[in-house]
């Protein structure tokens, strides 16, 4: 018995226990779910009852050996592996010079996808143009799919002067309308109601567009998430709502934010189909979201998700797992590296090798880099520019209206 | 005496109440085993087990509501939202419940709630993580608000915070956590050596409702709250003008002796807030002033604020008040 649970044990008052904390030995629950396990069910014909087994187990595709099985492959052509592969690998090498800027003082602040990188960017991959994005701070990777330019993204974490956020967020609270990417809030999970009333309007318009959104683990707990999937359950638009399950809110483990550890089987109460997710699957990710969303375009409604991953990194450069957390907890995840995953499916079937891995290695090194450097062209942390004084006053109302309009001659810049 | 930082003086004022009540608990997003993610409550759990200190699920909503049931049956929960930015998904439990229970039970139902988070800006924390929204619960009757803005006050107040029988919002102002903060981002000291850095070790409590005057000054009286003490302390350097320096210290209710024998002294009032301007709490101290000691006033009170917008990223050194600004603001009544 841990020094928690002996803790615990004088009061009947029930309080979690992570599997481990820091000096004691990693844990994680058991991990024996194949590819074969689950069946492809028609999206056309499937009831929320049809999916219990989904919610339950574990949706893959890739299996241990990184082969592709089971009745949701979605045999996809290895052009797009590639490109799915090197959006990946792109994000990670973007993060991972964000990270650097940061630790060096130029930017104020980080947040990596480490380790969820298949997410957004296999599901935004199975969606159309047309489809809207409702991203948290863990989906930034969207943006390559919807093709957003990393100079314009740098520019948005410094905050200089081409940040077209104007300064106003902190990093990482992208907003991207061109590629429908809608504008990433700090306040967690308000985005996940939010997405069911864009569907509800795509609805009302008849337009052909699916939104797709996701909330953490964590903030699954927060009303937004409740409202979400009831609003969706009754009125049935066409949305697809994700729980990523990385099992870690900052110091939170997801054994401490709710009773019970499945996510994905919550929305069967609202007759909504559930389905658990490998969330380091391209395959299994890519699948799921294009059944969702022929779905979505049938008018048959939502589909609830749970990605279950593991946060591998820090929760934000304000953050030091080991604190709370095995220090080499990540070693022990059974769940493996998604990128890796797909970069070993992918030399498997003969579409990929070393020799061309480690090229579009320092080919996407070499872009990042570039455009880090025309980034800071544009205004550094320490030194600016950064977007003028007026765009405090503006953008408050559509038209800015006289006491604000004397504050900002009171200001004077 | 002892010399401690802020984070240091509310955890041993939350320690010495979970020592001395059992009826404590302490609760909120990551309080517990890491505690809290700017260390406030680090080493309570250890020391006084899980269902003393604990983890709770990620929502102010339910933290706000399951506080006020455990304060309604006995307990004395001190809460923590962990940015005042996210306590608005316990705005409704805050305002329509905890607020009013007292009065909608015609004084049968209580419950003693303490909601410590840390606000204002100065870390870059762009739009959601600077707000200072102590003027959305001046206005709602049936709970007190304190902003702390030093190690010694923040202990003091925390403890009486805590012993008070009504719901209780107590702003503590994260930029101050390690240091005062002086309107300077290029200037950042710790608390050592500051005279207010000097905390009981023990017990230790100031009444709410009580303010500090700082300093002593003839001219013109400068009232402030949170970080800005700090800044206006600086701004009052640079005006060379004598002013008495007010930090509030309780907002509701507030110190109005203490104010109107300061405003009746100088005959001059600035405001200083890091909240919007309009409907801001610098309104209603206003308002107050004019009532109580109009014929005192030898020029119109200002108030030296943040900007009416929400709260910038990149240019939060133009949004926040400066020292400059409060400067020319003393000057400028003293001008009238
Ligand atoms: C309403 C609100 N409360 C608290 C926070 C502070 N906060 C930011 S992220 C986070 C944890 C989120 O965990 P999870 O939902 O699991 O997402 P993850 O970070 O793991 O992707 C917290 C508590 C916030 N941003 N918004
Ligand atoms: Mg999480």
Redesign the pocket.
């Known amino acids: 018995m841990s020094d928690e649970d002996k803790a615990n044990k004088s009061t009947p008052f029930r309080v979690g226990t992570p599997p481990a904390r820091p000096g004691e030995k990693p844990t994680f629950s058991s991990w024996d779910f194949q590819p074969e396990d689950l069946k492809k069910l028609d999206p056309l014909k499937c009831t929320s009852k049809d999916t219990e087994k989904h919610a339950y187990g574990l949706l893959r595709v890739l299996n241990d050996s990184n082969e592709a099985k089971g009745e949701w492959d979605p045999k996809l052509d290895p052009d797009i592996l590639r490109k799915g592969l090197e959006y990946m690998m792109k994000l990670r090498i973007f993060d991972d010079r964000m990270m650097k800027m940061q630790r060096t003082g130029k930017l104020s602040f980080y947040m990596r996808s480490l380790g969820e990188e298949a997410i957004a960017i296999a599901q935004t991959m199975a969606l159309e143009e047309q489809d809207w994005i409702f991203p ?3 989906q930034p990777g969207a943006q390559f799919v919807r093709g957003r330019d990393m100079v314009s993204m740098i520019c948005h974490c410094i905050g200089n002067e081409l940040d077209n956020v104007k300064g106003r967020q902190m990093p990482v609270h992208y907003t991207y309308k061109e590629g429908r990417f809608i504008s990433i809030s ?4 308000t985005q996940f109601s939010q997405a069911v009333g864009v569907a509800m309007a795509s609805a009302y318009k008849g337009t052909d567009e699916v939104t797709i959104t996701w ?6 707990a ?1 009303g937004d998430y409740h409202y979400g999937l009831n609003f969706a359950s009754a009125f049935k638009p066409p949305v697809i709502l994700n729980v ?1 399950n ?1 099992q ?3 110091s939170t483990h997801s054994n401490l934010a709710t009773g019970g550890v499945n996510f994905a089987s919550r929305g069967l109460s609202y007759d909504i189909p559930c389905f658990r997710v490998d969330g380091n699957d391209f395959l299994a990710l890519y699948s799921i979201t294009k059944w969702a969303a022929e779905r979505c375009r049938a008018g048959l409604g939502p589909t609830h998700i749970e990605i279950y991953t593991y ?1 591998a990194g820090a ?1 934000s450069s304000s953050d030091d797992p080991s604190r709370y957390r095995p220090g080499d907890e990540a070693e022990f995840w059974p769940g493996g590296d998604p990128v890796e995953r797909l970069k070993m499916h992918l030399i498997k079937i003969g579409e990929w090798d070393e020799k061309r891995d480690k090229e579009l290695t320092e080919k996407i090194d070499s872009e990042v880099m570039a455009a880090y450097k025309e980034a800071v062209k544009y205004g550094d942390l320490a030194n600016g520019p950064f977007p003028p004084a007026s765009t405090i006053f503006s953008d408050v109302y559509e038209e800015i209206p006289w006491h604000i309009q004397e504050q900002r001659e009171e200001l004077g810049k | 005496m002892v010399e401690m930082n802020m984070i240091q003086a509310l955890n041993s004022a939350l320690d010495i109440q979970l020592k001395n009540d059992d009826s404590v608990v302490i609760f909120g ?2 309080v517990g085993f890491f505690g809290g993610v700017f260390r406030v409550t680090d080493t309570l759990q250890q020391k006084y087990g899980k269902h003393r200190v604990f983890d709770s699920p ?1 929502a ?1 909503g339910g933290i706000a509501a399951t506080a006020f049931g455990m304060g309604i049956n006995g307990l004395r929960p001190v809460v923590e939202i ?2 005042a930015d ?1 306590i608005f ?1 316990a705005y409704d439990q805050i305002v329509n419940e905890i607020s009013k229970i007292r009065y909608r039970s015609g004084g049968e139902f209580s419950t003693p709630i303490t909601f410590r988070t840390p606000a204002g800006g100065g870390i870059k924390g762009g739009n ?1 993580h600077s707000q200072s929204p102590e003027a959305q619960f001046t206005h709602t009757p049936g709970i007190k608000v304190v902003y702390c803005s030093n190690p010694n006050n923040a202990k003091g107040l925390l403890t009486a915070a805590i012993e008070s029988n009504d719901p209780v919002i107590f702003f503590e102002p994260k930029r101050c956590y390690r240091g005062p903060f002086y309107g300077d981002p290029h200037n950042v000291p710790t608390w050592a050596g500051h005279p207010k850095s000097e905390v009981p070790e023990d017990y230790y409590k100031i009444e709410l409702g009580k303010a500090d005057i700082v300093q002593e000054g003839s001219e013109c009286t400068v009232i402030a709250w949170g970080a800005m003490v700090h800044v206006a302390e600086k701004g009052i350097k640079e005006s060379g003008i004598s002013c008495e320096l007010i930090d509030l210290q309780t907002l509701i209710p507030f110190d109005k002796d203490t104010i109107v024998n300061s405003i009746q002294k100088t005959g001059r009032c600035v405001i200083v807030h890091e909240a919007p301007k309009t409907s801001g709490f610098g309104a209603e101290i206003s308002a107050s002033i004019q009532e109580r000691c109009f014929y005192s006033l030898e020029s119109p009170i200002t108030r030296v604020t943040g900007w009416d917008t929400p709260f910038p990223h990149s240019t939060e050194w133009d949004y926040l008040p400066s020292p400059e600004r409060i400067a020319t603001a003393i000057k400028n009544t003293i001008e009238e």
């Open positions: 948290s701070y863990r700090s306040p967690v999970g909330l953490g683990d964590g903030t699954s927060q990523v990385n870690w809110a900052i946060r929760h | 997003e990551d990620l102010e962990q940015f996210y998904p959601h």
